[in-house]
């Protein structure tokens, strides 16, 4: 499960990747075409919808896109984007699950939630419940000080296998870090990066490695929905 943010107060495309996406859970799926369904309502009603496309692989684990946190934004495109290129591929490592909008109110969000479960701030727990349900064993997040256009789409174009010892998770995530710490390098990237993981001696350069998800989320520079 990565995610990406930006400082103009709002949270920009968060990258749940499995990385992360980054990102990979248990999430089992069982169909290859793109399927959807929603994760909860939003405050005003409307639906947080996800999508789902299978991989060609046996076995295979999950990454999660996430979007759109302060409202349909640059983010909720590229989430799109990623579902789109993603869906083209013959082989597919990992399963993909994207939520192109969170949060379609622009409400406030707040990590852990507080308040009664999904009567107060119920993107917060639905996006919360439903990620944390699915124990994912890498959360990436990235704060930008600006909205640049970021994609980490291209770290699975190869077909991610299992090798040298390695699990197909820990390959993901070793892909996701190289392809990552390559675009920081090329473009002088600005951004601010953490972490998470349930994996063993993953370092990650530039990046802040925390223990739990609570501390990812208390760590971001801004709050989002400020």
């Not at 802040?208 to 208390?218: C, D, E, F, M």
Request: with cysteine.
């Amino acid at each position: 499960m990565a995610a990406r943010c930006r400082r103009t107060c709002s949270t920009d495309g968060v990258l749940f990747r499995g990385l992360t996406a980054l990102l990979a859970v248990l999430l089992m799926l069982p169909a290859r075409a793109a399927e959807s369904f929603d994760i909860g309502l939003a405050a005003d009603g409307r639906r947080i919808d996800a999508f789902a496309i299978s991989a060609t692989a046996d076995g295979a684990r999950s990454v999660v896109l996430v979007g759109g946190l302060s409202g349909e934004d640059a983010s909720s495109d590229r989430v799109r984007a990623a579902l789109t290129t993603y869906e083209a591929q013959g082989e597919r490592p990992f399963h993909l699950v994207a939520v192109p909008v969170v949060n379609p109110a622009a409400s406030t969000l707040r990590f852990p939630p507080d308040g009664v479960a999904y009567a107060d701030l119920p993107e917060s727990h639905a996006l919360w419940r439903w990620l944390g349900s699915h124990a994912p064993d890498l959360v990436l997040v990235e704060v930008s000080p600006n909205n640049s256009p970021l994609s980490y789409a291209n770290a699975f174009l190869k077909p991610v296998r299992a090798q040298s010892g390695r699990s197909l998770i820990e390959e993901s995530a070793l892909s996701l870090r190289d392809y990552s710490s390559k675009l920081r390098e090329v473009y002088d990237l600005e951004s601010q990066l953490a972490y998470f993981t349930t994996l063993d001696g993953l370092d990650w350069p530039n990046a802040i490695r925390h223990t739990s998800r609570k501390a990812v989320l208390q760590w971001l520079p801004v709050p989002i929905g400020a």
